[in-house]
């Protein structure tokens, strides 16, 4: 069956450093992997999405590979703020599916 | 522009009752999904709705249903509820449904079964 890990421990990382997270899936060949925010006791809010035919993606601070060999997904947040801690969630779609397959998260927390 | 309004933010049932949740996605969308949240299993897919039909079901028992109005709105219904139904219960809107784009969340309703 189809399977996404991201890290289930918290990073905890300094204000000012760039945070990796990773989104690892398996049985699953995705046409799109998107990267979403959580914020307690919100809904998740959209960051960014990457397709299969693009390695990687930038948007301001936040930078998303799309590793489709290793089956893996890396989101980069470079100069971390305190502000930039929540929950990290990833998930994967398919052209036609309309629906998407969502990791269980991980939690940030950038120390000041 | 407004964004996805879920109503109400908080619910408390009994088991064995039943309940209905309300969406309202982004003026012009006309996709509407439904996810259940829950500390265990995460994000799951509950159904997606577009011009009133629904599109797609996810694995979940027929105690849950959902349909969508002319106006987009939709609304979510589960019967009989156990106690295992207790969760955050989310809404999301695009404008076409497809997953080639990001979707707008609702903060959610807060559903607890006692």
């Known amino acids: 069956s189809q399977k996404i890990e991201q890290n289930s421990e918290a990073l905890n990382i300094q204000e000012g450093k760039t945070a990796t997270l990773t989104c690892n899936y398996t049985n699953y060949s995705p046409a799109y992997l998107q990267w979403y925010r959580q914020d307690p006791g919100r809904g998740p809010v959209f960051l960014l999405l990457i397709r299969e035919n693009e390695k990687e993606k930038r948007k301001e601070r936040l930078k998303v590979t799309f590793d489709t060999t290793l089956k893996q997904s890396l989101f980069h947040i470079t100069a971390s703020q305190p502000a930039d801690s929540a929950t990290y969630l990833c998930a994967l779609g398919n052209t036609g599916r309309r629906a998407l397959t969502f990791g269980s998260g991980t939690r940030l927390q950038v120390q000041p | 522009k407004a964004g996805v309004t879920q109503t109400p933010r908080y619910l408390i049932k009994t088991r064995g009752q039943q309940v209905t949740l309300s969406c309202s996605p982004i003026s012009g969308h006309r996709s509407v999904s439904w996810y259940q949240q829950t500390p265990g299993q995460g994000l799951q897919f509950l159904f997606e709705?577009?011009?009133?039909?629904?599109?797609n079901k996810g694995n979940f028992p027929g105690r849950f249903s959902g349909r969508q109005f002319s106006n987009s709105r939709s609304e979510m219904n589960v019967s009989t509820l156990e106690l295992g139904d207790s969760a955050l219960y989310l809404c999301a809107s695009s404008l076409e449904g497809g997953t080639e784009y990001g979707y707008t969340f609702g903060s959610g309703t807060r559903l607890t079964v006692v």
């Open positions: 709705y577009f011009s009133e039909t629904q599109r």
